[in-house]
Nanobody, 122 residues
Framework: QLQASGGGLAQAGGSLRLSCAAS????????MGWFRQAPGTERKFVAA????????FYADSVKGRFTISRDNAKNTVNLQMGSLKPEDTADYYC?????????????????WGQGTLVTVSS
């Protein structure tokens, strides 16, 4: 089970931090990722992190502004979002891929949390 939190309203240029708590899976051996879906669009990859957190991957649209991290002792994965833009407005989903080092496509993820809404005003 994945439980995402931290969404809300932010102004353009501001910051938000999303967190996702995992239970019921082997978190330390799960690739973790964040995706987002704006109204009327497909769910898109945002960021991914490997088991130990040594490697991270980002969509071009968020590179340099967002940072994904994980704490295997606490079974949590975070997404620090900075320099927010109105186009970052979306429902954000965390996802887990047990046994997969990392994944950047939604098809590779077996478990999904509920979305947390991020709204960025201009």
């Amino acid at each position: 089970q994945l439980q995402a939190s931290g969404g809300g309203l932010a102004q353009a240029g501001g910051s938000l931090r999303l967190s996702c708590a995992a239970s019921g899976l082997t978190f330390s051996y799960s690739g973790m990722g964040w995706f987002r879906q704006a109204p009327g669009t497909e769910r898109k990859f945002v960021a991914a992190i490997t088991w130990g957190g040594s490697r991270t991957f980002y969509a071009d649209s968020v590179k340099g502004r967002f940072t994904i991290s994980r704490d295997n002792a606490k079974n949590t994965v975070n997404l620090q979002m900075g320099s927010l833009k109105p186009e970052d407005t979306a429902d954000y989903y965390c996802a887990a891929a047990p046994g997969v080092l990392y994944a950047t496509t939604s098809e590779e993820y077996a478990y999904w949390g509920q979305g947390t809404l991020v709204t960025v005003s201009s």
